[in-house]
């Protein structure tokens, strides 16, 4: 504990007297309301800020834009068996949530997909909605392998198979890669349900619990995301 000395003088003599130290608020995490300051300066094409842990912090940091952009985030986390038993009222919260959040800040595609198929024995419709701008996409296959392989098929037998018919398969109707991806779970496991995507996206691992997911844990990523330098699959010499 911090704490500070204050000396005095007693009939015994001079003594000194420990007194706790003054705590100074800090803010360790964004909020949903925080979203705005954001918007203060936009994002450069989806630039990210960052994390501010004061007012005027915050307002420096919404001005100072970031190099990096972010036109399409994607989150991985729960199981196809967890996704069946969340509900359509809690799935239409989250959607709104992390939508709104990743809308703001001026990306264009926000991606959830489960962290695997779990028993294997559920099966679930993909569907979309557009929140603040941005496409959110419920994707909910579990097998990236699978995933990759339809992707495959689906092109045309005249187009060319190479990064950039896969990449347009992969992530249609996102008309880009994702550039950051946030996995929920300890960071010594990468998700089966992503392969492709893992090569050149920004990964950021939350100990979470799917149900625990909310909109500011998704503002942390994406500060994160802002410290970050991009090395696109490369390495520093």
């Known amino acids: 504990m911090h704490a500070t000395c204050s000396w005095g003088a007693t009939d015994s003599g001079i003594v000194a007297t420990l007194l706790p130290a003054p705590v100074t608020p800090r803010r360790d ?34 001005r100072d834009e970031s190099d990096q952009v972010l036109r399409h985030a994607m989150v ?3 199981t196809l068996d967890e996704w069946a038993t969340f509900g359509d009222d809690r799935w239409g919260q989250r959607v709104d949530q992390l939508g709104a959040v990743v809308g703001r800040a001026g990306a264009s595609f926000l991606s959830i997909r489960p962290f695997d198929a779990g028993s294997g024995s559920v099966t679930l419709d993909g569907w979309e909605r557009t929140v603040d701008g941005c496409m959110v996409l419920i994707d909910p296959c579990g097998d990236g392998r699978q995933r990759l392989a339809e992707a495959l098929a689906s092109i045309a037998a005249s187009d060319p198979i190479n990064e950039a018919t896969i990449g347009e398969a992969l992530y249609a109707p996102a008309d880009c890669e994702p550039d950051l991806i946030v996995v929920l779970g300890p960071p010594t496991r990468l998700p089966p349900s992503a392969v492709w995507e893992l090569a050149y996206g920004e990964l950021v691992f939350l ?19 802002a410290r970050r330098e991009r090395r696109f699959g490369g390495v520093d010499l």
């Open 207 to 225: 100990p979470l619990e799917w149900d625990e997911l909310g909109g500011d844990h998704l503002l942390d990523a994406m500060a994160d995301f």
């Open 76 to 78: 991985i986390g729960g």
């Open 29 to 62: 995490r964004w909020t949903l309301d925080d979203v705005g300051c954001i918007g203060v300066q936009p994002w450069k094409n989806g630039g990210v800020a960052v994390s501010p842990t004061s007012q005027a912090e915050r307002v420096a940091a919404a």
